[in-house]
């Protein structure tokens, strides 16, 4: 690697860099989705629900408070939720809100976002890329990541769930952990990147539990030679965790236990991570080798032995404790969710998009350590993305985090390739080489590929290749929908749960049903009353206070109970026999058909 004397300042060619690919990015993002859009909000239903929290954050509701009133049953449903994401949405709504009306605030505020997050995605990935292998390396990692944002969908414009950020502050992580020079501040980067990880949301408690692995395993193997590093990351990520604790968590709910967010469990285990790290770096320094790995390993016990003490609820499925029935008619529904077996059978014509690049990744990887190349490095990536990739086995959503973190091994490779091809000009082999390994370095070719061969061109998507994290949508609802429920006084909605969101979105309405696994009793009611014959059915929808019931025959859930019990109320619905008990609200409606609960007769 070139030393660091032979470079210019950092900031002199590195930012520009990374500002002319984030324009050129942001730019086609905007000029392609943003002219012909009917709504400036993304079109997932975290999307939707994100801008919901973020109005309440400005009407006044409490910091801490992350009830949504307007969801569920009688009470509302407290969400999973950061608020330091909703943070930065609100402040560039109150913004552009200065010297627009509020709707237009909401569109500025909901494309900026994510052109924000590539933006600071786009800035790790080439300080990675140029200390894993230089300025080549550094444009062809930052030409991947440019195509990866541009096709994964996380960072569109309108995207405002939290997941652009999570994978921004994952490149955060790995760009910091592969400073060759192991300079405490990028390891002090690294634990703060780990601790907002974590703060933002469950999902990324895996890589970020390898990377706390990776650092503990690099200080008990170099020792003395590590030792800073070791502190500044153990005392950064203590000190981050702390803080995003007290930021976001109330006072009363200090003891709580959960497993999809910041909590006592992920902060206790963090904090106690880290300071423990950072006593056994400070106070070992003349410890031997063989010396330095027991104490690890006993720390390591220590800590399992808290997590089983602490939170061990929490060392299995965060979803375990959902319904069964959930499970089978949500669940197995929602494409992000889905296992690979699920995905192979489902869409087998798109799992190359989503399993082939880390595949290939950590091949690259394993076939460098057998070289013993850059041993550490490639030790360091193998376990990062085979920590993403594994999850990617269970969920498929962990897909966006393989694809971005296979970018940096792939660079070195392309970057290998693309030297070789220079050197043998007229040797066809190695150009045949670096195009397929170019080719094999982007999801989008995989999955445009596998469309294409079993469905030709013509069915080839960006949203096709991006799995979605709602269920598979039934094209019920829209604005003429949301006018309809906006003229009959504000009630409680039960509709199928993928367009509970946008009703809450809409309308002042509560919808008991949206697609939130901490919404189990509002989802479930609603399945009830789907699956109940229409005299049961009354009951479950005046214990549950419903005014207004919604029917789309099109949505796949509605379909799936219509054909699991015809003598249900869906089931009427779909034969056009309507019960005594509600009424019709003029005639369908984009799809919808909507009706008015009764009174209850004496």
């Not at 324009?23 to 939707?48: C, E, F, M, Q, R």
């Not at 190695?430 to 469905?455: N, Q």
């Amino acid at each position: 690697m070139t030393a660091a004397h032979e470079h210019p300042p950092w900031y002199a060619r590195l930012l520009p860099t990374v500002a002319a690919y984030w324009l050129v990015t942001a730019l086609l993002a905007v000029a392609l989705s943003v002219p012909g859009a009917k709504d400036l909000i993304g079109p997932d239903n975290d999307d939707a629900m994100r801008l919901v929290e973020v109005r309440d954050l400005l009407a006044g509701q409490g910091w801490f408070d992350l009830m949504q009133y307007r969801l569920g049953l009688a009470g509302g449903t407290l969400m999973h939720w950061s608020r330091l994401v909703d943070l930065p949405i609100a402040l560039l709504i109150r913004f552009f809100g200065l010297f627009m009306r509020q709707p237009a605030a909401e569109g500025a505020a909901a494309i900026i976002w994510p052109l924000i997050t590539s933006g600071l995605l786009l800035l790790p990935l080439a300080i990675a890329g140029r200390r894993i292998g230089g300025v080549q390396t550094m444009h062809i990692a930052l030409g991947l990541g440019a195509l990866f944002i541009f096709t994964c969908g996380k960072f569109d414009p309108g995207a405002i769930d939290h997941h652009n950020v999570q994978l921004a502050l994952a490149m955060w992580i790995v760009a910091m952990l592969v400073d060759p020079v192991r300079r405490a501040g990028s390891y002090l980067t690294a634990g703060i990147a780990c601790a907002l990880a974590i703060a933002v949301g469950a999902e990324t408690v895996p890589l970020v539990a390898v990377a706390c692995l990776c650092v503990a395993v690099q200080w008990a193997w170099q020792g003395a030679r590590f030792a800073e590093a070791a502190r500044g990351f153990g005392l950064s990520l203590t000190l981050a965790i702390t803080a995003a604790f007290v930021l976001t968590v109330p006072p009363h709910a200090y003891a709580v236990v959960t497993c999809d967010n910041l909590s006592f469990g992920f902060y206790s285990l963090s904090a106690l991570g880290g300071a423990g790290l950072f006593l056994l770096a400070s106070f070992s320094g003349k410890a031997t080798r063989p010396v330095r790995l027991a104490l690890l390993a006993a720390a390591g016990g220590l800590l399992l032995l808290a997590a089983r003490v602490i939170a061990p609820q929490c060392l299995g499925d965060p979803l375990g404790n959902l319904d069964p029935m959930l499970t089978e008619l949500w669940l197995n529904g929602v494409s992000e969710a889905r296992s690979v077996v699920a995905e192979l059978k489902n869409r087998p014509e798109t799992a190359g998009a989503f399993y082939a690049v880390g595949l290939f990744a950590m091949g690259v990887c394993l076939f460098r350590i057998l070289q013993r190349k850059d041993l550490e490095l490639h030790l360091l990536l193998f376990a990062l993305i085979g920590a993403a990739w594994a999850i990617t086995l269970i969920q498929v959503r962990g897909a966006f985090l393989a694809n971005l973190l296979s970018i940096l091994p792939l660079s070195l490779l392309i970057t290998d390739l693309r030297r070789a091809s220079q050197l043998e000009p007229n040797n066809a082999s190695v150009a045949l080489a670096y195009i397929l390994g170019v080719l094999a370095s982007v999801p989008a070719v995989w999955g445009v590929s596998g469309i294409v061969l079993k469905e030709g061109w013509g069915a080839v998507t960006l949203e096709g290749l991006s799995a979605s994290d709602t269920a598979e949508s039934g094209e019920c609802g829209g604005p003429a929908t949301m006018q309809v429920l906006n003229g009959l006084p504000p009630g409680v909605v039960s509709s199928p749960s993928n367009s509970g969101a946008d009703i809450i979105r809409f309308t002042p309405h509560r919808a008991i049903s949206a697609p939130y696994h901490r919404n189990q009793a509002g989802m479930l009611t609603e399945l009830h009353i789907g699956l109940a014959n229409p005299k049961e059915a009354e009951a479950f929808i005046r214990g549950a206070g419903v005014t207004i019931v919604t029917f789309c025959s099109t949505d796949p859930q509605t379909t799936a109970l219509v054909r699991i019990k015809p003598d249900g109320l869906y089931a009427a619905l779909q034969r056009n026999e309507v019960p005594d008990y509600l009424q019709p609200v003029g005639g369908p409606v984009e799809g919808f058909r909507i009706f008015r609960v009764l009174p209850d007769r004496p």
